[in-house]
């Protein structure tokens, strides 16, 4: 017996030692991680005076700043989140905010507004923070000046740096806390702990799972915490502060169809055709003369604008919208960048047309910028919102011409200008045109009505004005490549009779079609005629958009102004 005590100790030991080991085991698998996370891994923070930004119930990758004690944002975020209407003139470093009755200017770096070309009532008032600065390149603007301009709370919390930022508000379900716990990271014990809370803490319900809910605290952590310790969900109503008022920009649109002519101006002496140019016309109110034509970067421009024109066509009953473009030989060097991005030379533009448009009584503007660069987009659109504040206060009509949209062009921003202006003219023409690589329609019905949708998805239809072309593309194919010649109407006809070219109605463009093989030259004709201009006006009508505009007066066949005629009747 005495030799088999030590076996049976022995034998306890190792019982023991192996019951301690999966003790252990047990208590390693099944007890609470005390491991806290990085936090400032966990909110990405980058440098000691770096915010990050949870919006809504997401950590978002844009970052606030800190700058002596207050919040700024890179105009970047303020532009996608908050409210794309500020705009940087980097060359005179001024910030800009247009709305609907003036002008905000305040120079980057100061504190007060400037009254830097603007006639506003709030200019000379100062903040006791700098508005907007540039730090490494990059121009921030503080977090309480673009809140005092666009719709959105935010606050602060610190250890570490972070704010919560909402811009939408309404119901969301909650829970109190039953018991002290932590947040953790995942769901899961051994997940790093994000923060603690406490007994009667109330959190926001995200995201619920078997045994972990995803939730966010009141500062703003959002994690895991298990689901025994909440309580019964409750919903919660969020509301928008009440301090905020969304801007009303009104519109000078007519109660009535528009059908505008655009009268093409050479000269003064063009100014004598008015006459002729509207004799066939029926149903025309607006004519809009090519009278203003942008020579120089600092606004410049000539004009064949005239008095009496105006007065003989407002005795007719039509109204004045004058065009004014970049597209003629004069505008050759001008730079539509350099021209729209500088404050000074954009409000000399604007002065200079809003002071002919008083001294010719003009009823409206219409502005026909074309082919501008991708940089230049901002810049354009900010002068199309501070060239519609003058116009609203003298009940100048603004239009603004537009291409048929398409991926490259939405730089233009056909939404903004649906806002900021009284109407939207589509160009619903040059489908194919005389640099194209191949032949085709002028303006396809699909090509017109898929103008008209998309601009409508992004423009109030009582703002939109469809262009159609009174012109047609003879083309000719042979030896020497593809070429061809925009003519008139009355001449395409001409074109087809002379040449006993038979036509045939063309299903999938919606106009008169015929061809020709003389030799080695192919010819091709997309006839615009009173025929395609009626489908076109159909669809229009379908969409009850504004009304139409047609490029240009004089070219087109008196029966064409019959289907028109029909089109302005219809209610």
Not at 165 to 183: F, H, L, M, N
Not at 331 to 357: G, K
Not at 369 to 387: K, M, T, V
Not at 496 to 520: M, P
């Amino acid at each position: 017996m005495k030799k088999m005590i030590p076996v049976i100790v022995a034998i306890v030991l190792i019982i023991l030692i192996a019951a301690a080991g999966f003790g252990a085991k047990l208590l390693e698998r099944y007890s609470y991680s005390k491991e806290r996370a990085d936090l400032t891994e966990y909110f990405g923070i980058q440098g000691e005076n770096d915010v990050p930004i949870i919006l809504q119930d997401e950590l978002i990758e844009e970052h606030a700043k800190i700058f002596d004690d207050r919040c700024y944002f890179d105009i970047a975020t303020v532009h996608k989140y908050f409210n794309d209407r500020f705009y940087e003139d980097k060359a005179q470093e001024i910030l800009v905010y247009a709305m609907p009755k003036g002008f905000l200017t305040t120079r980057i770096g100061y504190a007060e507004l400037s009254d830097y070309g603007a006639d506003f009532e709030e200019a000379g008032m100062a903040w006791d923070y700098v508005i907007s600065r540039y730090e490494d390149g990059v121009l921030y603007i503080a977090a309480d000046f673009v809140k005092g301009y666009s719709n959105f709370t935010y606050e602060l919390f610190s250890e570490p740096n972070r704010m919560q930022v909402y811009t939408e508000w309404g119901e969301r379900s909650t829970a109190d806390i039953t018991k002290d716990t932590q947040v953790r990271y995942q769901g899961g014990i051994k997940s790093d702990i994000l923060t603690d809370v406490s007994e009667g803490d109330t959190v926001v319900i995200l995201e619920e799972m078997e045994n972990w809910t995803k939730v966010k605290t009141r500062d703003s952590f959002i994690g895991y915490v298990e689901n025994k310790r909440l309580g019964e969900q409750s919903t919660e109503t969020t509301e928008p502060p009440g301090d905020y008022k969304e801007p009303v920009y009104e519109s000078n649109t007519r109660d009535h169809k528009i059908n505008l002519g655009w009268h093409v101006i050479g000269g003064e002496g063009g100014n004598d055709t008015l006459e002729s140019a509207v004799a066939q016309t029926k149903g025309l109110n607006v004519i809009s003369p090519t009278w203003f034509r942008l020579t120089g970067n600092e606004g410049e421009f000539t004009s064949f604008a005239s008095a009496d024109y105006v007065g003989r066509a407002h005795n007719m009953g039509l109204e004045v919208w004058a065009l004014v473009s970049n597209v003629e030989a004069e505008s050759a060097d001008v730079d539509m960048y350099e021209l729209l991005s500088r404050t000074s030379s954009r409000w000399n533009l604007i002065r200079n047309l809003i002071a002919a448009a008083q001294e010719y009584g003009l009823d409206g503007i219409n502005i026909d910028f074309e082919n501008i660069s991708l940089d230049a987009g901002e810049p354009f659109i900010q002068f199309i919102r501070e060239l519609s504040v003058p116009c609203r206060e003298y009940g100048i009509v603004l239009s603004v011409d537009n291409y048929v949209p398409m991926g490259h062009t939405d730089h233009y921003d056909r939404a903004e200008q649906g806002v900021v202006a009284d109407y939207v003219i589509i160009m619903g023409y040059d489908e194919h045109y005389a640099g194209s690589d191949e032949a085709g329609s002028v303006a396809s019905i699909n090509f017109v009505e898929s103008g008209i949708e998309n601009t409508v998805a992004e423009v109030p239809a009582e703002k939109v004005i469809n262009g159609v072309p009174f012109y047609t593309r003879i083309w000719k194919s042979g030896p020497e490549g593809l070429s061809s010649e925009a003519v008139s109407m009355g001449m395409a006809q001409d074109f087809v009779e002379n040449h006993n070219i038979a036509i045939r109605w063309d299903e999938t463009t919606c106009q008169n079609y015929g061809e020709l093989q003389e030799g080695d030259t192919f010819y091709q004709v997309w006839l615009e005629d009173a025929d395609s201009i009626r489908v076109k006006l159909n669809v229009m009508q379908n969409y009850d958009i504004a009304g139409v505009a047609a490029w240009r007066l004089g070219h087109e066949s008196a029966n064409v102004w019959d289907v028109i005629e029909e089109y302005m009747n219809q209610p």
